[in-house]
Structure formats: structure tokens, C-alpha cells
T-cell receptor, first 114, second 117 residues
Framework: DSGVTQTPKHLITATGQRVTLRCSPR?????VYWYQQSLDQGLQFLIQ???????AKGNILERFSAQQFPDLHSELNLSSLELGDSALYFC?????????????FGPGTRLLVL | AQKITQTQPGMFVQEKEAVTLDCTYDTSDQSYGLFWYKQPSSGEMIFLIYQGSYDEQNATEGRYSLNFQKARKSANLVISASQLGDSAMYFC??????????????FGDGTTLTVKP
């Protein structure tokens, strides 16, 4: 158990819908990262938050948004869902330190858009 | 733009032997971090090892070591004394910046490692 929790584990929804994925980082970790893993696009970095602020943005669609709350948990909102959004979404947390880093991944949320 | 290349889609290794998984990267940044992750068939993602671009010594974590050759832009993962439980997909990744200034990450396509008994 990495200490990072993600809910829900599985999500089945229809095209056009909106869903929210939730992530609770390890206690004390200030950084939260979101990743998408799909068969056709592989593993992609979506976005990073550090202590409530957006720090880096990757290949995140405009239909997707995220935020990190004062208690450091994070939510990834996916709207106007398309079939191609079906993927495994990972959240990870870390305490970045100069010269060293360890990342801890949650179990992932498997999203299926029908 | 950053790019990670893993040229070995699949690798086989005999149990108890060492294996090297290749990773080359392309970046114009001076400050970056290199990562390796393991993904077993169960799907979870496991962080293995990290190397900063300014680190002069190769990173090691137990049976894992990262062979960092900066001039050649390579960051190969070496697994010593392979175990059956090492069978998994392995991803190499690079992230812009380091520490609290780290930014966007880029992943390779992965290498599937199979350990034979």
C-alpha cells in the first residue's frame, strides 16, 4: 500500500457525461500528479499541483480540469466524455527534494466510456 | 521537446541473472530528472529509481541501479539477480527541472520484461 488513495476504482459512464476522480496523497506530500494510461496513447502526464498551485501542465485536454484543495487532496474533472477518454487514470504524490525524489502512486481509477 | 526512447519492446532474462533495460532521452534542458517505473500485470504503477541530471553518481535502490551516461543521453536500468516477480512492464520517464522546480514529464513506450525460471 503506497498510502495514496484514489476513488473510485472503476467508473463506467456514457459519452457526453462528466465525472470526477479523487486522489488523496500520502500524509505530508505536497505534490500531486495526474497521469493517463491508454492503449493508443500510452502513459501521459496530465498535470501537477504543488501545495495547492498548478505547477506543470502536460497533455491535458481543455475538457479536463483539476485542482488541489487546502487539505492537499486533488480532483480531476473530465467533462464531455468521449470514447477515447477510456483509460486508467493514476494519481501520484511526492515530496520533491533537490537531488532526490520518490513518487508514490495510487491504485488508479479505470474509466470506461460507453 | 522532450523525448524518451525505449528500443526494446520485450526482453527475456533467466532468473538470477542481471538485465539491462535501455532508455535514451532527448532534451535541451540542463536540469531534469530521470525515472524508472514498474507496472506488473495487475496494473499498479511502482516507482523504482530516480536520477537527477546534476547527480555525478549513478542512483541505486536495492537490486536496481540506473546507468546514467549524460553525454550519450542514456539512462539504462540495471536489475541484478532477476526474480520471477520482476516480470512486468518497465517505463522510463524524464521530467523537466528538479526538486520543487520540477515540471512536465514525458514517458517512453515501455519494455516488457519476462523472467524465465
Amino acid at each position: 500500500d503506497s498510502g495514496v488513495t484514489q476513488t473510485p476504482k472503476h467508473l463506467i459512464t456514457a459519452t457526453g457525461q462528466r465525472v470526477t476522480l479523487r486522489c488523496s496523497p500520502r500524509s505530508g506530500d505536497l505534490s500531486v500528479y495526474w497521469y493517463q494510461q491508454s492503449l493508443d496513447q500510452g502513459l501521459q502526464f496530465l498535470i501537477q499541483y504543488y501545495n495547492g498551485e498548478e505547477r506543470a501542465k502536460g497533455n491535458i485536454l481543455e475538457r479536463f480540469s483539476a485542482q488541489q484543495f487546502p487539505d492537499l487532496h486533488s480532483e480531476l474533472n473530465l467533462s464531455s466524455l468521449e470514447l477515447g477518454d477510456s483509460a486508467l487514470y493514476f494519481c501520484a504524490s511526492s515530496v520533491p527534494r533537490d537531488g532526490a525524489e520518490t513518487q508514490y502512486f495510487g491504485p488508479g481509477t479505470r474509466l470506461l466510456v460507453l | 521537446a522532450q523525448k524518451i526512447t525505449q528500443t526494446q519492446p520485450g526482453m527475456f532474462v533467466q532468473e538470477k541473472e542481471a538485465v539491462t533495460l535501455d532508455c535514451t532521452y532527448d532534451t535541451s534542458d540542463q536540469s531534469y530528472g530521470l525515472f524508472w517505473y514498474k507496472q506488473p500485470s495487475s496494473g499498479e504503477m511502482i516507482f523504482l529509481i530516480y536520477q537527477g541530471s546534476y547527480d555525478e553518481q549513478n542512483a541505486t535502490e536495492g537490486r536496481y541501479s540506473l546507468n546514467f551516461q549524460k553525454a550519450r543521453k542514456s539512462a539504462n536500468l540495471v536489475i541484478s539477480a532477476s526474480q520471477l516477480g520482476d516480470s512486468a512492464m518497465y517505463f522510463c520517464a524524464m521530467r523537466e527541472g528538479q526538486g520543487t522546480n520540477a515540471g512536465k514529464s514525458t514517458f517512453g513506450d515501455g519494455t516488457t520484461l519476462t523472467v524465465k525460471p
